[in-house]
């Protein structure tokens, strides 16, 4: 059974860091496309960040140049370091996992989920 937990969220003010934590386990973690998305209260989910099984990363434009992906293979551990953080990045973050072609933003692609970690940020 595959497993996602995220940890790392937290209130912040704009400007703010926030680093994300995704535990994976019970897959072949490095074989998966694997991402961030994102719900905010009344809209619907949108993915942010994804990274293919060979590295390759695909950002959304409202995060591009502020969120960077990673992931430590050995650990089984997905990344989402937050900087310069801005009010309209507040929302409950998922982790997401799955064997998808192409690694893209389809919600609906991905079988596995974290239980979702809350970013808050302040202006």
């Known amino acids: 059974q595959v497993q996602l937990v995220e940890s790392g969220g937290g209130s912040v003010q704009a400007g703010g860091s926030l680093r994300l934590s995704c535990a994976a386990s019970?897959?072949?973690?490095?074989?998966?496309?694997m991402g961030w998305f994102r719900q905010a209260p009344g809209k619907e989910r949108e993915g942010v960040v994804t990274i293919a099984r060979d590295g390759y990363t695909s950002y959304a434009d409202s995060v591009k140049g502020r969120f960077t992906i990673s992931k430590d293979i050995a650990k089984g551990i997905l990344y989402l370091q937050m900087n310069s953080l801005k009010p309209e990045d507040t929302a409950i973050y998922y982790c997401a996992a799955d064997n998808v072609i192409p690694c893209g933003f389809v919600a609906g692609h991905f079988g596995y989920w974290g239980q979702g970690t809350q970013v808050t940020v302040s202006s």
């Open positions: 019970g897959y072949t973690y490095s074989g998966y496309c």
